[in-house]
Every structure is written in C-alpha cells, then in structure tokens.
C-alpha cells in the first residue's frame, strides 16, 4: 500500500496542474466527476495500444485478450464490493442506467397495482423518475421518507412508510447534495422483515467509503466509474443473482442470446443476459486501474482525510454569516459534500464568481428537484472533495466565497 501523501499523490492527475482563468486549478466539483491518474489513463491507452479486440465474439488473440481484459474487471469490481459472484456484476453505461434497468426490468414485471414504491426525499432524480414511470405504468403507490432538521432519515421515518405492501425501497447511501450517509444495513433489515427488495444507490458512497454489498445486504447496487476516477460511459449494476436470473433481460441483441430461432430466442447465463452488444472494454479497463488505485491508497486513508478536509471546510463557512449550510455539520455518518447558499446571491452567480478565482463548484438543483422544494431551495450551491484536494485549496474556497456579496453590491 502506497504512503498517503496528498502532495505526491496530486502528481498523478495531470489536469490538476493546469491554471484557469490564470489562476491555479482548485477543483471542488468531484460529486459531479473526478479526475483520472496517470494509471487510469496508461491502462486505457496500453488497452488500445496493444489488446483491443470485440470480447466474447472470437477465438484470435485480440479477441481473446480483450474478453481477458473485461472479465478480469468484473472480477476486480465483485472483490471491491464484496459480491458473492461475478455473474451479480453487470457492466452498464453509468449508475442511471444501472437504475434504469431495475425499473424496468424488475419493476415493471414484479411491481403491481396497489404495491408500494418507497423512495428517500434526497434521492437523486436517477432514482425517481424512472420509479414513477413504473408507478404510473403498473398502479403503484410511489411514496417519500422525509430528513429530519439535521439532515438525516430516522429508522422511525423508515418504519413509518415501510408496510407491508411495499414491493421496493430505494435509497441513496450518500446523498449527492447533503453529504448524509444513510443506515442502508438497518434500513435494509426493515425493509426485507416488510418482505420489500432494497435498491442503493452507491454512486457517491463507492469512490469515498468502504462498500460491503454482503453485510449491507442490498439486494441491487448501482455506481459509476467516472466519480471513482474511473472514466465516464462504464458503470456498474450489482444484483443478488436469484433476482436477477428472475428478471427478463433489459436490452436485447447480440451476445445476450444463448439460441435464435425465426420466431423464439433462449437467453444467455447471468451476467451475459443485461449485456447486449459490444461493451466498452476500455472503459471496464478503466475501472480496473481506478479500483487498484484506490485500494493501494486505502478507503478508510481517503475518508479519514476527506472528513478533515470537510471539518476545516464547515468551521470556515460557518465564520460568515451570510453563508447557510444544508447537510449535517457534524462528521458523524457523513461524506465530503457541502451544499449552501449565499444570502442574496444566487447559486450560478456564485459558481460564475468562483470560476473567476479558478474555484470549481457546483450550482443549481443537482439533480434533486424533490429535495430541492423539501428544503425550500429553488437551488444551492456545492463544493465537494476528493483525496487529492488539499486545505490551501479550501483556503483559497473561502477567500473566494467571502468575495461574492462585494462582487454582487452588498459592500460585504
């Protein structure tokens, strides 16, 4: 395992040397995306250099090795995330597709009319719209467990909307605007004594924490390669395998077939039935590296300094009174995400004025309209950190937000 060095970490990622509007890239937007090491990037270019090739459709060398190359990262993600097997682990597009799939696949076949949807407020829309498409479709009741004032869901909450007539419960394990990390094991116990399958959404929780699909006992978990330092276009889709051998394929086409006749098709084994056409094997590649890295620097090393980061973060924002922050503020079950606003100053004026300072923040509803009304923010604000971030960095943050009322006329 590698020293954790931030300083020498920071000299694998190429892009954070880079100045904007000449200033010093100080990139806070990692809930959005995160960047990619120089061990990502080789492993994707020694790839197409050297392995490229359709996987699963031939018996040349090419072939051969690119179907080592895919396979060897569904080994490597079911590791990481503690799967029984690798046939749980689908490669899709990114953590909505992964979503997607569950929808439609699971719930427009075992969802019907009268059975219950229960979401969190927070969730991102990903995991929202395609359930109320299912909702509509099927008859079903869609409904919402609410925060309480420090931001958190209660197990009280939970067992108050969880009945036995919920079919599903979907949850996010971090959100992506208030940084909460949810009791997904204790929510997930309730939910199956209710007889109801629990949907995580792990897209936030995956690049920061420790994840263990087993001890959770998810029954499907979703992410994204590209906010993991992975690249964009792979993500992930882990099911416990007697759901999913149950479920009807999402996308149909070649290489998710066992035979096709003129009027009848048999599918292929688990995992090959969700994965139709050619899959982007650089991008599993890709995956693979970012997961080593991740490993050699340590989960627990990353969110250890990612709270720290966090704590130094909160404490200065919360020196400016015109400064509301929304999320916990204590460190107790959360991740390194910062929502807020700023009194008189709308969200993309200060993301604009930032961006001036070559400060990257995110601005408006993040995805997140249901939790955006919940809290009575049109839109807000969000820094958000990675392993690679530093405290001058978050220095130069604050410096910059405490700037924003002048730029916009308030004099302070």
């Not at 060095?5 to 904007?20: M, Y």
């Not at 992506?176 to 109801?196: D, F, M, Q, R, W």
């Not at 759901?243 to 599918?267: A, R, Y």
């Not at 993301?351 to 070559?358: A, E, R, T």
């Amino acid at each position: 395992m590698r020293d954790f060095n931030v300083a020498e970490l920071r000299k694998d990622f190429p892009i954070l040397s880079q100045k904007v509007q000449n200033k010093a890239l100080v990139y806070l937007d990692n809930a959005a995306t995160t960047h990619k090491p120089n061990e990502v990037l080789d492993a994707m270019r020694n790839y197409h250099h050297m392995n490229n090739g359709n996987p699963h459709r031939g018996v040349h060398y090419l072939s051969v090795m690119a179907t080592a190359a895919y396979e060897g990262a569904r080994e490597k993600v079911k590791g990481f995330i503690n799967a029984r097997s690798s046939s749980e682990i689908i490669f899709t597009k990114n953590a909505t597709e992964s979503l997607n799939l569950i929808a439609y696949s699971y719930g427009m076949n075992f969802i019907e009319k009268g059975d219950e949807i229960v979401l969190c407020i927070s969730e991102h829309h990903s995991d929202i719209v395609p359930w109320q498409q299912v909702a509509k479709a099927k008859g079903a009741v869609l409904k919402f467990m609410y925060l309480d004032s420090d931001y958190r869901l209660t197990m009280e909450e939970v067992k108050q909307k969880v009945t036995n007539r919920t079919k599903l419960v979907g949850i996010a394990q971090m959100s992506n605007v208030l940084g909460t990390i949810y009791p997904v094991k204790e929510i997930a116990a309730y939910a199956h004594s209710k007889g109801a399958v629990v949907l995580v959404d792990g897209a936030q929780s995956v690049p920061h924490i420790k994840v263990d699909v087993r001890d959770m006992d998810a029954d499907f978990f979703a992410f994204s390669g590209h906010k993991m330092l992975g690249p964009m276009g792979i993500g992930v889709l882990y099911g416990k395998q007697e759901l999913l051998e149950k479920m009807p394929p999402f996308l149909t086409g070649g290489d998710m077939i066992e035979f096709v006749e003129e009027q009848n098709t048999t599918f292929a084994e688990l995992p090959f039935k969700f994965e139709a056409g050619t899959q982007n094997v650089e991008g599993a590649v890709g995956l693979s590296a970012a997961i080593d890295y991740l490993e050699d620097i340590g989960l627990n090393n990353i969110h250890a300094y990612e709270m720290e980061l966090t704590a130094y973060a909160i404490k200065r924002m919360s020196e400016n009174p015109h400064i509301t922050i929304y999320g916990p503020k204590d460190l107790e079950n959360r991740g390194g995400v910062i929502s807020f606003s700023i009194e008189g100053c709308h969200p993309h004026d200060v993301s604009s004025i930032l961006d001036s300072y070559g400060v990257a923040i995110r601005a408006g509803h993040h995805c997140a309209q249901p939790l955006m009304k919940f809290l009575g923010a049109p839109a807000t604000s969000r820094a958000s950190f990675y392993f690679y971030n530093t405290k001058e960095e978050v220095d130069v943050f604050i410096e910059s937000l405490n700037t924003v009322r002048r730029w916009l006329g308030y004099g302070a």
